[in-house]
């Protein structure tokens, strides 16, 4: 029978592996730490200080919308927020749709501006 099946020789049992460990889990967590600290962490940060300032807005402040509407607070409750935008004209926001405060004066410099344009033209 030897010529066409081969003897089988018993072989070495296989080693068990070791369990991985404190070394395993340091690579996964080094890089959660890295994501962490590049990306939630100055998000976090971000939203804070946003709502701070969002908290922080009264009659009179002049404010930037998300979408680039310049405008002087006239009325604000909770959630929503009063804009006035030109002589008369006021739109209603979502307080959250604030982007940033701008400094005193900016919105009557920028009135100005547009008043003296539509005088030359």
Do not use: C
Request: no cysteine; net charge positive.
């Amino acid at each position: 029978m030897g010529l066409f099946i081969s003897d089988a020789f018993a072989q070495a049992a296989p080693q068990a592996q070791q369990e991985p460990g404190m070394a395993g889990l340091l690579l996964p967590l080094a890089i959660f730490a890295f994501f962490y600290f590049l990306f939630i962490f100055p998000q976090q940060r971000r939203a804070k200080e946003h709502k701070k300032m969002v908290q922080s807005i009264g009659k009179g402040t002049e404010v930037v919308t998300n979408g680039g509407i310049l405008g002087r607070v006239v009325d604000l409750d909770e959630n929503f927020v009063v804009l006035e935008v030109s002589d008369g004209i006021h739109i209603q926001i979502q307080r959250n749709a604030i982007a940033s405060v701008l400094p005193k004066g900016t919105f009557k410099a920028v009135r100005k501006k547009i008043a003296k344009a539509e005088k030359t033209a």
